[in-house]
T-cell receptor, first 114, second 115 residues
Framework: QKEVEQDPGPLSVPEGAIVSLNCTYSNSAFQYFMWYRQYSRKGPELLMY????GNKEDGRFTAQVDKSSKYISLFIRDSQPSDSATYLCAMSDDSGGGADGLTFGKGTHLIIQP | EADIYQTPRYLVIGTGKKITLECSQTMGHDKMYWYQQDPGMELHLIHYSYGVNSTEKGDLSSESTVSRIRTEHFPLTLESARPSHTSQYLC??????????????FGPGTRLTVL
C-alpha cells in the first residue's frame, strides 16, 4: 500500500462548478499537509498548507484535514478554466528541518470546461 | 515569479553520455532538493542538501550524484546516461528553520530523454 493515495483522474467539470479533490494516507506521523498545483511543463507551486487537523480557506480554495480518517481535501469554488492543472497533495512528518522531503500523491488532472 | 532556475529545460541524449543538470536559486535558501517525476507517478526525492558541502540521498535510489559547493547551486550529474534515466527532474529549495514549516519552491524541471 502506498503511503499516499490520490485518484489521477482526469476530472472534468464545467466552469463555475465546485471541485473536490482528495487524498488518503496511511502514515499517522504526517502532520503537515500541502496542496500543490502544477501546470503542464512547469514545476509544482504551493497553493495551501495546513498543520494538523482543521480547515483553511484562501479565496476560492479551502483545504480540509481529517487526521482521524487520514483524509485530506481541497475544494475549489467557482472553478475557472485557468484552474485546469494537475493538483498534487503532499505530506510531511516534520517542519522540513529533518531529513525527509515531502511524500506526494500521484496528482489529479483537473479540466475545467468553459 | 519563481527564483529557482533549471537548465536545460529539455535534453535528448544518447546512451553512455555524461550529463549535468543545473539548478540555481537566488533566495539564499540553505536546503535544496532533487525530485524525479515520471508521467502519472508521484514525485520521489532522490537527493537533498542542508547547505554547502552537505549532500544526502533521498528515499528513491538513483545512480545520479549531486554536489553543493555554493549555496545557490545544486547540480545533478549522471556519469553514463541510460534509457532508464528518462524522466523529469525537479529541483526545489527551502529555508531551514526547525520551528515552523518550510515551503519548498520548485524550479520548472528538466525533461530528460535518453535514447
Amino acid at each position: 500500500q502506498k503511503e499516499v493515495e490520490q485518484d489521477p483522474g482526469p476530472l472534468s467539470v464545467p466552469e463555475g462548478a465546485i471541485v473536490s479533490l482528495n487524498c488518503t494516507y496511511s502514515n499517522s506521523a504526517f502532520q503537515y499537509f500541502m496542496w500543490y498545483r502544477q501546470y503542464s511543463r512547469k514545476g509544482p507551486e504551493l497553493l495551501m498548507y495546513t498543520y494538523s487537523s482543521g480547515n483553511k480557506e484562501d479565496g476560492r480554495f479551502t483545504a480540509q484535514v481529517d487526521k482521524s480518517s487520514k483524509y485530506i481535501s481541497l475544494f475549489i469554488r467557482d472553478s475557472q478554466p485557468s484552474d485546469s492543472a494537475t493538483y498534487l497533495c503532499a505530506m510531511s512528518d516534520d517542519s522540513g528541518g529533518g531529513a525527509d522531503g515531502l511524500t506526494f500523491g500521484k496528482g489529479t488532472h483537473l479540466i475545467i470546461q468553459p | 515569479e519563481a527564483d529557482i532556475y533549471q537548465t536545460p529545460r529539455y535534453l535528448v541524449i544518447g546512451t553512455g553520455k555524461k550529463i549535468t543538470l543545473e539548478c540555481s536559486q537566488t533566495m539564499g535558501h540553505d536546503k535544496m532538493y532533487w525530485y524525479q517525476q515520471d508521467p502519472g507517478m508521484e514525485l520521489h526525492l532522490i537527493h537533498y542538501s542542508y547547505g554547502v558541502n552537505s549532500t544526502e540521498k533521498g528515499d528513491l535510489s538513483s545512480e545520479s550524484t549531486v554536489s553543493r559547493i555554493r549555496t545557490e547551486h545544486f547540480p545533478l550529474t549522471l556519469e553514463s546516461a541510460r534509457p532508464s534515466h528518462t524522466s523529469q527532474y525537479l529541483c526545489a529549495s527551502s529555508e531551514f528553520r526547525t520551528s515552523s514549516y518550510n515551503e519548498q519552491f520548485f524550479g520548472p524541471g528538466t525533461r530528460l530523454t535518453v535514447l
